[in-house]
């Protein structure tokens, strides 16, 4: 059988949990959920839609990273409001929310490579000067509005980079990368920094050298308390919403 008559590949069927996430958010935007009221329960909807608990929770899961509802513990799922359009705005409140990117692309720019970098060494803590870093840009939509530098130990970089990891997707290194880590991932520590752009990065999100910009920079660290991630993430804010709920305990 010839190249031309291999029968064609039957199309990707689409996630159980993308089609539920689909549904409940036009049903959100539309306001039959209007802001401020509570969502179905999870068995509620899992016997609405003839679904998993599993996929309700996967659809519940993207909806929170998207900002569109919040979980008011001990109490219930509510209605954020409706998703801003062509700026990709985040909801985050947990580590989960943070390994999850729904509805964007990742563009790798560089795979790991070993380096000479004391400082970021430092940072994670590594008994040596050299460090594995991998650079990916991040789209909304097809725009671009973050720039992520990822560093990591040289032996954990060598793995990634013969996994194919980062790679394109709505993935993060992170959570592409913890099946590889002796122990599983139990935090982050976050700063948050306002600077100008630099012009090296500045046309790679979309804005001029010396707009304002911030800075997210993480360390991410194991059960056992040692660091194995450090990133640093440039957004355009123009194009970037950071949206979180506080609420005082009930």
Same mark, same amino acid.
């Given at each position: 059988?010839?190249?031309?008559?291999?029968?064609?590949?039957?199309p990707?069927?689409?996630?159980a949990?993308?089609l539920?996430?689909?549904?409940?958010?036009?049903?959100?935007?539309?306001?039959?959920?209007?802001?401020?009221?509570?969502?179905? /329960?999870?068995?509620?909807?899992? /016997?609405?839609?003839?679904?998993? *608990?599993h996929?309700? $929770?996967?659809?519940?899961?993207?909806l929170?990273?998207?900002?569109l509802?919040?979980?008011?513990?001990?109490?219930?799922?509510?209605v954020?409001?409706?998703?801003?359009?062509? $700026?990709?705005?985040?909801?985050?409140?947990?580590?989960?929310?943070?390994?999850?990117?729904?509805?964007t692309e /990742?563009?790798?720019?560089? *795979?790991?490579? /070993?380096?000479?970098?004391?400082?970021?060494?430092q $940072?994670?803590?590594?008994?040596?000067?050299?460090?594995?870093?991998?650079?990916?840009r *991040?789209?909304?939509?097809?725009?671009? =509005?973050?720039l992520?530098?990822?560093?990591?130990?040289p032996?954990?970089?060598?793995?990634?980079?013969?996994?194919?990891?980062?790679?394109?997707g709505?993935?993060?290194?992170?959570?592409?990368?913890?099946? =590889?880590?002796?122990?599983p991932?139990?935090?982050?520590?976050?700063?948050i920094?306002a600077?100008?752009?630099?012009?090296?990065?500045?046309?790679?999100?979309?804005?001029?050298?010396?707009?304002?910009?911030?800075?997210?920079?993480?360390?991410y660290y194991?059960?056992?308390?040692? =660091?194995?991630? =450090?990133?640093?993430?440039?957004?355009?804010p123009?194009?970037?919403?950071?949206?979180?709920?506080?609420? *005082?305990a009930?």
């Open positions: 059988m010839t190249d031309k008559e291999q029968p064609a590949s039957p990707r069927k689409t996630p949990y993308r539920l996430t689909d549904a409940l958010r036009a049903d959100i935007e539309a306001g039959v959920y209007a802001q401020g009221r509570k969502m179905p /329960t999870e068995e509620v909807l899992r /016997t609405r839609y003839n679904v998993s *608990r996929t309700v $929770r996967q659809a519940l899961q993207t929170l990273t998207e900002g509802i919040y979980r008011v513990q001990g109490s219930g799922t509510y954020s409001g409706r998703q801003s359009s062509g $700026r990709y705005l985040r909801s985050i409140g947990s580590l989960d929310e943070i390994v999850v990117w729904p509805h /990742t563009e790798v720019l560089e *795979r790991f490579a /070993t380096q000479v970098d004391p400082p970021i060494a $940072r994670l803590e590594l008994p040596y000067i050299e460090v594995s870093r991998a650079l990916v *991040r789209s909304f939509k097809g725009v671009p =509005f973050v992520t530098r990822h560093y990591v130990a032996e954990l970089g060598d793995t990634l980079r013969a996994e194919g990891i980062p790679t394109k709505e993935g993060t290194v992170i959570g592409s990368a913890e099946p =590889f880590l002796e122990r991932v139990a935090g982050a520590r976050q700063d920094t600077m100008n752009a630099p012009a090296e990065e500045a046309e790679l999100i979309g804005c001029k050298p010396g707009d304002a910009i911030l800075l997210i920079e993480r360390l194991d059960t056992a308390g040692n =660091f194995v991630e =450090f990133t640093a993430s440039h957004f355009n123009r194009r970037y919403g950071y949206r979180m709920e506080l609420r *005082r009930q």
